[in-house]
C-alpha cells in the first residue's frame, strides 16, 4: 500500500492552496527560509512570488490582525506559526476581532483563513514551545480548532477550509507526526468535511476519544491490547475540538458504557472536560465507570528528558487505563507494553525544530 | 465660501445634530448601550472623507458616529442599530461601538484600542496586490497609538509601501487621563522612523488647512502607494462615554472648552442655521424609523456564528 506522511500532507495541501486559488496569501516567520516550516512551504515564495508567499515581522498579534484585513477584502490568508505557544501573542486578533467579525456585524462579512500552528513535544521543547491550547482556543465562539492527526485528515481539512469554508480555521498541528507515515488509500484526495469528529477504529469494549497525536498512541495501544487479551478499544479521532461530533461519541459510550479521554493538553477546563461534560449533562447513565482522563501533568513542560518522560501521557498509560476500566479494578495484574515498545514513535525524536 | 466648503459644513451639523438627538433620547432608554460621541470631532472627519472615493476603505473605532455617516452611512439604519432592532445595519447585534456600512467602504469599528491598525494594514496590502487605485484610511485616536501594534503596523506599512494613511485624532485624553500622563513620544518623530510622511493638522476648524495638509498625503498613497500619518490636533466636548459634558472635572481645563466653542464653526457660523430644518427632518424620520422597526426575532441569537 502507499503511504503519505503527515509533512507531505501538508506540503500538498500548501502547493494546492497556492496553485488552485489565487487569492491565497501565505506568511508567517519561516515560511520562505530554507527550513520552510518543516518543509511544508519550501520553494513555495519562488514558484508563486514574494507577493503572495512572505515573511513577516515578529509581530504576532497585527499580523493576525492583518490576515483579518486582507480576508475581508477577499484574499485567503494562511498565517504559519512555527509553534503554538507564539499564538498567545495573538489572542488579542484572535478572540476580540477575528472570531466576532461575522457576528458583531450582523453576517455582513466573511473572514476566511488559516491559522496553522505546531505543537511541539519532546527533545527538551520546554515550557514555552510545547503548548497545547486546543482548549483555549476552542473556548471562543465563532471559530473552527482543528488537530490534524493523520495525513488524511490534515490534507482534506486544509483543502476544504481554502476552497469552500467562509469561517476562520485555527490549526494546531503536532511536530512529532510529521514523519509519521500514514497507509494512503486510493480515496486519500476525496475532500470531506472536517468540522467534525471520525471513528477511527470500531470495537465494543472501551471508547477512546482522541486529539492530535493521542489517537495515534491509542491506535497502538488498541493493537496492542487486541493481541494480548482479545479486547477491542473504538477510537474516536475528535478533530474538530470546537466542533466535536457528539452524537458519536455518545452512541460509542453506550455501547462500550466504558470512556477514556486521551488528550495532548492539559485536564481541567480543557478537552477532557468536556467530553466529560458531554456525557454528564446528555447521557450520563450510558457509563458502567468512571471515565478516566490521560493528559498532562498539571505543571508546564519540564525540560529535562527524565521529567518530560512522565509528563506526558503515552501508550502504556493508554493501555493501563483500558486493562482497569475493562477488569474493572487497578491492579488489573496484566503485563504493560515493555519500555522499546512504547519509545517506538516518539521518544526517538531529536532536532532543533 | 466655496459650494463644496458650504456641504462639508452642512454634513458636520447634521452628525452634531444626530448626536444631539441621541443626546436627547439617551435618558429615555431607547438606546441601551454606551455611545462615544463625536461632538466636536465633526468636521475634521468630513473633510478627510471628501478626499476618499467611495471604494476607499475606512476602519475606525468604537467613536464611531462620525465616520459612519461621513462615511456614507444609511441614517435610518443607524438608528435602528442604535435601538438594537432587526432593521439596523447590524441586526442591532453592533450597537453604537461597532458601527459598520461595508457598501460605502466603512469596514467596521472597534472597541479594542488599536485592534484596527492591522486590519488596515490587510486591506491595504490587498489593494496593493489587486492594484484597484484604492487606498485605506485609518482613524484612530492619539491613546491608541500607545499600544505595540501602532508600531507594528507603521513598521509593517512602510516595510511593504502600503496605500493606508493613518489618521490619528488627538483629543487629548484616554478615557479620562491626560497625554502627558501617558506619552514620551512625539508622532511625528515616530513616524520618521519609519519613514512614513507626516502631517500635523493644528486647526481641526479650519477645512482649508486640513484639505491642503491630508490631500497630498492621501493622493501620494493613491499614486505612489505609500502610507501617511496625519495627525489633527482636536478637542471632545462631551465625557469620554455617555452623553455628559465632563469639562468641570479635575481632569480638564474648565476654560478650553470654552475656547474651543468660541472657534466652532458649527456653533458660531450663523449661515448653518438653513439647514437645520432639513435636517432635522431626516433625523426625525430615522428615528421613527428605528422606532416603528421590530426587535430580532430569538432566531437571531445564533445566527452568523460558526
Known amino acids: ?353 | 465660501m466655496t459650494v463644496s466648503h458650504k456641504n462639508m459644513l452642512r454634513d458636520a451639523l447634521r452628525i452634531r445634530m444626530v448626536e444631539e438627538k441621541i443626546i436627547e433620547l439617551y435618558p429615555s432608554d431607547v438606546i441601551q448601550s454606551p455611545v462615544h460621541l463625536s461632538i466636536g470631532q465633526e468636521l475634521h472627519t468630513v473633510a478627510l472623507m471628501s478626499l476618499l472615493q467611495t471604494t476607499d476603505r475606512v476602519f475606525t473605532t468604537y467613536r464611531s458616529h462620525a465616520a459612519y455617516l461621513a462615511k456614507g452611512g444609511d441614517l435610518n439604519l443607524m438608528f435602528a442599530e442604535l435601538y438594537g432592532k432587526q432593521t439596523g445595519i447590524a441586526k442591532g447585534k453592533a450597537g453604537s461601538m461597532h458601527l459598520c456600512h461595508p457598501s460605502t467602504g466603512l469596514m467596521g469599528s472597534s472597541a479594542i484600542v488599536g485592534a484596527v491598525f492591522s486590519h488596515a494594514t490587510g486591506a491595504a496590502y490587498a489593494d496593493k496586490l489587486k492594484k484597484n487605485g484604492d487606498i485605506v484610511l485609518c482613524l484612530t485616536g492619539e491613546g491608541a497609538t500607545e499600544e505595540g501594534t501602532f508600531h507594528e503596523c507603521l513598521n509593517f506599512s512602510a516595510l511593504k509601501q502600503l496605500p493606508l494613511v493613518y489618521v490619528i485624532e488627538n483629543n487629548g485624553l484616554a478615557i479620562n487621563i491626560p497625554l502627558e500622563c501617558r506619552q514620551s513620544y512625539r508622532l511625528e518623530a515616530l513616524a520618521r522612523a519609519y519613514q512614513i510622511p507626516y502631517a500635523h493638522i493644528e486647526d481641526s476648524f479650519n477645512i482649508d488647512t486640513i484639505i491642503a495638509a491630508a490631500r497630498p498625503l492621501i493622493e501620494q498613497a493613491r499614486s505612489a502607494s505609500k502610507p501617511a500619518v496625519i495627525e489633527i490636533a482636536t478637542y471632545r466636548y462631551k465625557e469620554h462615554v455617555g452623553v455628559s459634558c465632563d469639562h468641570n472635572r479635575k481632569h480638564r481645563d474648565a476654560s478650553a472648552i470654552t475656547m474651543w466653542e468660541k472657534r466652532d464653526p458649527l456653533i458660531v457660523d450663523r449661515d448653518l442655521d438653513a439647514y437645520r430644518d432639513e435636517i432635522t427632518a431626516e433625523i426625525l424620520e430615522a428615528v421613527c424609523f428605528a422606532e416603528k422597526s421590530e426587535f430580532p426575532d430569538h432566531d437571531e441569537l445564533l445566527k452568523d456564528v460558526y
Not at chain 1, 487479551?229 to 453506550?254: F, K, M, Q, W, Y
Not at chain 1, 506526558?312 to 483500558?322: E, G, K, R, T, W
Request: charged share 20%; proline share 4%.
Open chain 1, 1 to 353: 500500500m502507499k503511504t503519505d506522511t503527515y509533512r507531505g500532507a501538508i506540503t500538498r495541501a500548501m502547493r494546492h492552496a497556492m496553485e488552485k486559488n489565487e487569492r491565497t496569501i501565505l506568511f508567517g516567520q519561516g515560511v520562505t527560509d530554507h527550513v520552510g516550516i518543516l518543509g511544508t512551504t519550501l520553494n513555495l515564495e519562488k514558484e508563486f512570488g514574494s507577493d503572495r508567499v512572505f515573511e513577516t515581522p515578529l509581530a504576532e498579534d497585527s499580523m493576525t490582525g492583518f490576515a483579518l484585513g486582507a480576508s475581508l477584502s477577499g484574499l485567503y490568508p494562511i498565517h504559519v506559526h512555527i509553534r503554538a505557544d507564539f499564538m498567545l501573542l495573538a489572542m488579542n486578533q484572535l478572540v476580540n476581532s477575528i472570531a466576532k467579525y461575522r457576528y458583531m456585524y450582523g453576517g455582513l462579512f466573511a473572514t476566511p483563513m488559516l491559522i496553522r500552528s505546531i505543537v511541539g513535544r519532546s527533545w527538551g521543547q520546554g515550557a514555552q514551545h510545547s503548548q497545547s491550547l486546543q482548549a483555549l482556543f476552542a473556548h471562543i465562539p465563532g471559530i473552527y480548532v482543528v488537530m490534524p492527526s493523520s495525513a488524511r485528515t490534515a490534507y482534506a481539512t486544509y483543502i476544504y477550509a481554502n476552497s469552500a469554508c467562509a469561517s476562520p480555521v485555527v490549526s494546531l498541528e503536532h511536530r512529532l507526526l510529521y514523519d509519521y507515515s500514514f497507509d494512503r488509500k486510493d480515496d486519500e484526495d476525496v475532500i470531506f468535511y472536517p468540522f467534525t469528529s471520525f471513528r477511527v477504529r470500531q470495537g465494543g469494549d472501551v471508547t477512546i476519544v482522541a486529539t492530535s497525536i493521542m489517537v495515534e498512541e491509542a491506535i497502538r495501544a488498541a493493537n496492542y491490547v487486541k493481541e494480548m487479551t482479545g479486547l477491542d478499544a473504538e477510537i474516536i479521532d475528535l478533530h474538530c475540538i470546537s466542533h466535536p461530533d457528539e452524537n458519536l461519541i455518545i452512541e460509542s459510550v453506550r455501547k462500550t458504557g466504558r470512556l477514556i479521554v486521551a488528550d495532548t493538553g492539559w485536564e481541567s477546563f480543557g478537552v477532557c472536560a468536556e467530553i466529560a461534560r458531554i456525557i454528564a449533562t446528555r447521557e450520563p447513565n450510558v457509563l458502567r465507570a468512571p471515565i478516566k482522563c490521560l493528559s498532562l501533568a498539571k505543571a508546564p513542560c519540564p525540560t529535562a528528558h527524565r521529567l518530560e518522560h512522565w509528563y506526558y501521557p503515552d501508550m502504556a498509560n493508554l493501555v493501563d487505563s483500558i486493562y482497569s476500566l475493562c477488569f474493572d479494578r487497578f491492579d488489573h495484574g496484566k503485563q504493560l507494553p515493555s519500555e522499546e515498545y512504547v519509545k517506538e514513535v516518539h521518544k526517538t525524536f531529536k532536532g532543533p525544530f
